[in-house]
């Protein structure tokens, strides 16, 4: 598929997929991920064909068509005047204010994929338009937390976001994106050792999942002083007396993992969520909004760690991460992990 250069393409596996560079005469390397073999030679035949020179319009049968007519300067004299050239101006100027997009191939989960033409249809806006803006959303927030993070451990903790979605079935879909954009996103790739579509998944997880924790800026919020009511109210449950709550929610004795969900540490399924409401008497939409407070109002811990630094999470864990951290028996894990499906 490659023809000569084949022999001059090296592969190694990497924790995103199979890792491809070849070597160009001209001495500059390209390199592409995926997440087989087949679809790391189909991204690096496409890096490929973005090295090769741009042809000009004429050549690519894009020649603006030029007339000419024959008018009368002078009596016994002709003048030629060219034709097109103003209108071929027009035409380039609004080329030029054109937007252009790439498409990006991206799998995800298909309850993933649903959350997102919902709150599309939700926000009565195309899902192409709604899926382009949390992409951006996503990135924006990336570009921001890798200041103070490392940039591989937020694309791991975006990817766990994106994996912890409901349901085991998965859908190939594409994102159109503005080509800044998709440069961005396929440079990240290329310097990260992933694939642009893990990145694009985990972007878009992030961004609908901060969609889902903070009130939507198109509905309306709840009132301060209900949510301080609330998180009053959570208060009264955390400590010891979140081992009853835990109990009454369906998480057995896991008074540590309530805890956490109370402390907005922990993102619990919707059917814990619900549960834990209704024993407070509270509205769903509020206590999301009120966990989420007491998360962002965290102080930071006084003790140090090994390395001299507190350590601070700057999201809520995921519910399979905060299952999994506890250690539990595998029935006990699997019972737990089961809520979220």
């Not at 690519?60 to 003048?79: N, S, W």
């Not at 995800?108 to 959303?137: C, G």
Request: aromatic content about 2%.
């Amino acid at each position: 598929m490659l023809g000569d250069l084949a022999e001059n393409v090296c592969t190694r596996q990497t924790r995103s997929g199979l890792r491809c560079k070849v070597s160009l005469p001209s001495g500059h390397n390209v390199v592409a991920v995926g997440e087989d073999s087949s679809g790391a030679v189909r991204n690096l035949l496409i890096e490929l064909t973005k090295q090769m020179p741009t042809l000009p319009e004429c050549e690519l049968g894009k020649d603006h068509p030029v007339t000419r007519e024959v008018i009368q300067a002078a009596p016994g004299k002709a003048q030629f005047r060219t034709q097109g050239t103003d209108e071929g101006k027009r035409m380039d100027a609004a080329a030029t204010t054109k937007v252009r997009r790439e498409t990006i191939g991206v799998t995800t989960k298909r309850t993933l994929h649903v959350a997102i033409v919902e709150l599309a249809a939700a926000r009565e806006i195309d899902t192409a338009v709604m899926a382009r803006s949390l992409l951006m959303a996503g990135w924006d927030r990336f570009r921001k937390d890798r200041i103070t993070h490392d940039p591989d451990e937020l694309f791991d903790q975006y990817e766990s976001v994106a994996l912890s979605s409901g349901g085991t079935e998965s859908e190939q879909w594409m994102v159109r994106v503005d080509r800044k954009l998709a440069i961005k996103i396929q440079s990240a790739a290329q310097e990260y050792e992933r694939s642009a579509s893990a990145i694009t998944r985990g972007l878009l997880a992030e961004a609908l999942r901060h969609e889902s924790v903070v009130a939507s800026p198109l509905a309306e919020a709840p009132d301060k002083g209900v949510v301080e009511n609330a998180i009053a109210q959570i208060g009264v449950h955390r400590g010891p007396a979140a081992r009853q709550l835990a109990r009454q929610v369906g998480l057995g004795e896991q008074r540590v993992l309530m805890n956490e969900i109370l402390s907005g540490a922990v993102i619990p399924p919707i059917r814990v969520l619900n549960d834990v409401a209704a024993v407070l008497n509270l509205p769903s939409e509020v206590l999301k909004v009120a966990l989420n407070d007491c998360f962002q109002l965290q102080t930071v811990s006084g003790f140090k760690a090994q390395e001299g630094k507190p350590e601070v999470r700057i999201q809520p864990q995921t519910w399979q991460e905060a299952v999994i951290a506890l250690g539990l028996p595998p029935d006990e894990e699997q019972r737990l992990l089961s809520l979220d499906q």
